[in-house]
């Protein structure tokens, strides 16, 4: 008989965690996994990624590795699995109607992170998992990242207790995995603030150097031109209304309104031509004859006047632009009309730039 | 012919077990519809995937290796790329 106790093994606690790829969601897995839990990271496709969006252009002149999924990229530096997730039609009309309201742009930054968050927790629940953890640090970012977002973020995701923000964590309340010992709360961090001096210092000490550079700068949402056009369209459109695909265009081309029903958009290179073309469908689209010309798409329908008007916009932007009338085809389906019209000038157009 | 893509280990003359076109679609959903396929196959199948979306070179690798997968390279024909994986043992 031995006199050896055979003790059974600990458990391996597993953390779920939400991975942009960005630093702090990279450092957040690493401190963890530095604790030796086990880490799955959760990647959300939200639809307003702006890597994502240069992909659908296809732009030949694009680097590739400046479009690649960054998530990917850190599950796979950090030796972790990474699910990618498709937030889809929930996700948009969250955008479209936040609860918890917007921030400078049309960003609905708190709502965002609830989405998410509770995904996960939704994940955990149906493959497992003891706890969530985000990349967060208190005090970063203004709308969702003050002590009082972070408590009413938690809070509204049913996951309290449970949501572990290991950069933040010893400025934080202690969740249960640091009260039931699953995690160490020693060895989590304390760091505050916009300054990224500590996470700098921290990816230099584990050797992580392939991150994009930290911003936030790569949502739609929180971009300015965007959100002119985004709240245009809530403006002009019953919010249950909007489609995915009006979003979708948002992203892309010159945009004008021209009466409160019609509204254009106007392709600005060969690549976003072909990307437009692609949401054609039954709509009015114009395109300068014998020429280099974009694709003018239509929502709306434009009466003659307005016909005329989208016409010399059209031709503005076409390689005809310097001459003194410019013909313009107008198609709809199988009806076509050709139009003959001077160029818009630059201040004209000015009153109808979205 | 198909060629073979630059920046990328030439794939063998694997023969697939399943092909997942993707062509036409946009960026995750490629990786989200392999995943989805991945986990219907057995270990060792190899997944052929259509795609002409030049960056799912570097990001279908990083998923393998992410993932526990065996990325073996790809094809390219024409605008499109074959990229071929065999499923491991997941982690």
Not at chain 1, 10 to 36: H, M, N, W, Y
Not at chain 1, 52 to 69: K, Q, S, T, V
Not at chain 2, 53 to 81: F, K, N
Request: proline share 6%.
């Amino acid at each position: 008989m031995s006199d050896v106790t055979e003790v059974p093994a600990r458990r391996r606690f597993k953390a779920i965690g939400l991975i942009s790829g960005g630093l702090d969601s990279t450092l957040a897995a690493r401190v963890l996994l530095e604790q030796g839990l086990e880490v799955v990271g959760l990647h959300f496709s939200t639809g307003f990624c702006m890597n994502d969006h240069r992909r659908a252009l296809a732009r030949p002149d694009e680097d590739p590795r400046r479009m690649r999924n960054e998530g990917l990229r850190a599950g796979a530096d950090l030796g972790i699995p990474i699910e990618v997730l498709d937030a889809g039609e929930a996700y948009l009309r969250m955008v479209l109607d936040p609860k918890h309201g917007y921030g400078k742009r049309a960003n609905p930054c708190i709502d965002c992170r609830i989405f998410m968050i509770h995904g996960a927790a939704e994940y955990m629940r149906q493959n497992g998992g003891d706890f969530v953890f985000t990349g967060e640090v208190l005090g970063q970012r203004p709308m969702s990242q003050h002590m009082q977002a972070l408590r009413l973020i938690e809070k509204e995701c049913g996951i309290e207790g449970y949501l572990l923000r290991p950069l933040s964590a010893q400025h934080l309340l202690p969740t249960m995995p640091e009260r039931l010992g699953w995690v160490d709360r020693e060895r989590l961090l304390g760091i505050t603030g916009r300054s990224r001096k500590e996470q700098m210092s921290l990816s230099e000490q584990w050797g992580i150097q392939d991150y994009p550079q930290p911003s936030g700068g790569c949502c739609f949402l929180a971009d300015e031109n965007f959100a002119k056009r985004f709240h245009d369209k809530r403006e002009h459109t019953p919010v249950e209304a909007i489609r995915r695909e009006e979003l979708i265009l948002l992203k892309v081309g010159r945009h004008f309104r021209l009466t409160p029903g019609v509204k254009i958009i106007v392709a600005r290179d060969e690549s976003e031509n072909r990307f437009l073309e692609r949401f054609r469908n039954g709509g009015w689209c114009f395109e300068a004859l014998d020429c280099g010309s974009p694709i003018t798409l239509v929502e709306g329908d434009p009466d003659e006047p307005t016909r005329r008007l989208i016409a010399a916009i059209t031709a503005r932007y076409s390689d005809r632009r310097h001459e003194p009338f410019v013909e313009v085809a107008a198609r709809q389906g199988d009806r076509e009309e050709r139009i003959l019209v001077p160029p818009v000038s630059d201040g004209a157009l000015q009153a109808y730039r979205l | 012919m198909p060629t073979h893509d630059r920046g990328a280990d030439p794939a063998p003359e694997v023969r697939s077990d399943a092909v997942l076109d993707t062509v036409g679609l946009f960026c995750p959903v490629p990786i989200i519809r392999t995943s989805e396929r991945v986990r219907r196959m057995q270990t060792g199948e190899i997944l052929e995937v259509l795609s002409d979306d030049r960056v799912i070179l570097i990001d279908m690798p990083a998923w393998c290796r992410s993932t526990g997968h065996t990325y073996l390279g790809s094809r390219q024909g024409g605008a499109e790329y074959h990229l071929f994986v065999r499923k491991g043992g997941e982690r």
